[in-house]
């Protein structure tokens, strides 16, 4: 585990500072995840450290940027030291859905595949149990 996990869960609310998952479900810990990654420069620092479930990470990966759907433009990726979550992404009550309210936000969800099948049913468990949004 990452030494810095502690640190980290604490200022993200044991959620997932992308799609909001919440860490109190999983049999595992989230992933201290480095928004610009390491091997493109990002540092070692808090300022550049999130917490991630481990979707999420996957399909980040290294990425810092990717095309907005509607536009179809290259832009910045989400970043949680940043951006303010609620300014570009919200939660559709009827389907669990989360949806980009900006370029950055479509381009994330899109690049994080945050609404597959699978994430949005888990959504739905979590709503059920008070755990979501």
């Not at 481990?54 to 940043?82: Q, T």
């Not at 979550?85 to 899109?110: K, P, S, Y």
Request: proline share 6%; net charge negative.
């Amino acid at each position: 585990m990452n030494p810095r996990y502690p640190v980290i869960a604490t200022r993200a609310g044991y959620r997932c500072e992308y799609c909001h998952a919440p860490q109190v479900i999983s049999n595992s810990h989230f992933e201290v995840e480095h928004i610009h990654p390491v091997s493109r420069g990002g540092g070692e620092h808090d300022d550049n450290l999130a917490l991630a479930c481990p979707s999420c990470n996957v399909f980040k990966a290294a990425a810092l940027s990717a095309v907005d759907p509607a536009s179809g433009e290259l832009v910045v990726l989400f970043h949680p030291r940043l951006h303010v979550w609620v300014e570009h992404f919200e939660v559709i009550d009827a389907t669990l859905q989360i949806h980009g309210l900006t370029a950055t936000g479509r381009a994330t969800v899109e690049c994080l595949r945050m609404n597959r099948d699978l994430s949005v049913l888990a959504r739905g468990y979590w709503a059920m149990i008070g755990l979501f949004p």
